[in-house]
T-cell receptor, first 114, second 111 residues
Framework: GAGVSQSPSNKVTEKGKDVELRCDPI?????LYWYRQRLGQGLEFLIY????????KSGLPSDRFSAERTGESVSTLTIQRTQQEDSAVYLC????????????FGPGTRLTVL | RKEVEQDPGPFNVPEGATVAFNCTYSNSASQSFFWYRQDCRKEPKLLMSVYSSGNEDGRFTAQLNRASQYISLLIRDSKLSDSATYLC????????????FGKGTKLSVKP
């Protein structure tokens, strides 16, 4: 079946602009995660959605970052007033449930802030 | 102590070699452990879960030492296709979905 998809695959924006990144999880997966990976660095947890529970937003680096999820489907990560340090690959993952099950990752969105 | 710590490498080994990666974690209450593999400019993919008694999947063997809070991955008979970055992953404390990814150990297998 289809895996996790993300769009756009690449995004170049100017400093100060807002960007919106999209993630379509695997159908039937109740848990959805966003991570950030800077060049040559490890994965940095951003936010976790599990069903209808309140999301775990503890990884969001600032109030410029927000994310929403519609039911158990698509999620969008929004970065307002982008800064150059926001440049990274933003990875979305989904899993069958949040109980430490295998996370399946999308191909990521490569964000470059000029 | 960092939540998940790995030797960044790179490990440069010839084909057929045996190579071992180590990982330490700080949360003594962690219950779930994984090794993920990430190819260059690609997304991470699960390589194997790590069970308390240790487990093997073909050429790959994972071990867990809870007392020392230490996980290992052994790769036997290395193939060129094993070249990748190997990520040690441990569940965190914040929420059930919270997995902590190590920065990874880079492996390069040469002919």
């Amino acid at each position: 079946g289809a895996g996790v998809s993300q769009s756009p695959s690449n995004k170049v924006t100017e400093k100060g602009k807002d960007v919106e990144l999209r993630c379509d999880p695997i159908s039937g997966h109740t848990a959805l995660y966003w991570y950030r990976q800077r060049l040559g660095q490890g994965l940095e947890f951003l936010i976790y959605f599990q069903g209808n529970s309140a999301p775990d937003k503890s990884g969001l680096p600032s109030d410029r970052f927000s994310a929403e999820r519609t039911g158990e489907s698509v999620s969008t990560l929004t970065i307002q007033r982008t800064q150059q340090e926001d440049s990274a690959v933003y990875l979305c993952a989904s899993s069958y449930s949040g109980n430490y099950n295998e996370q399946f990752f999308g191909p990521g969105t490569r964000l470059t802030v000029l | 102590r960092k939540e998940v710590e790995q030797d960044p490498g790179p490990f440069n080994v010839p084909e057929g070699a045996t190579v071992a990666f180590n990982c330490t974690y700080s949360n003594s209450a962690s219950q779930s452990f994984f090794w993920y593999r990430q190819d260059c400019r690609k997304e991470p993919k699960l390589l194997m879960s790590v069970y308390s008694s240790g487990n093997e999947d073909g050429r790959f063997t994972a071990q867990l030492n809870r007392a020392s809070q230490y996980i290992s991955l052994l790769i036997r008979d290395s193939k060129l296709s094993d070249s990748a970055t190997y990520l040690c992953v441990v569940n965190g404390e914040r929420s059930q979905g919270n997995l902590i990814f190590g920065k990874g150990t880079k492996l390069s297998v040469k002919p």
